[in-house]
């Protein structure tokens, strides 16, 4: 049986930490952000944890883990 192929658009996206979870980042912050306030610049910069469903979906579809 041949070697399962990582789906590399998915790996550039996340990082996944030692306890398995997989986190991603905020969306929305190319562009036209200057009119937000700092509270919703600053909550733009930090990373989001995915949904525990979603979760389930990235490691299947990551055979390295």
Known sequence: MPK???K???VKKIKITRKKKVI???TNQNHYNSKETGK???NKKRD??????DEKNVL??????
């Open 4 to 6: 399962l192929k990582t």
């Open 8 to 10: 590399k658009a998915l």
């Open 24 to 26: 991603r980042r905020f």
């Open 40 to 42: 919703t610049g600053r």
């Open 48 to 53: 989001r944890r995915l949904f525990r469903t």
């Open 60 to 65: 299947k579809a990551l055979p390295y883990l």
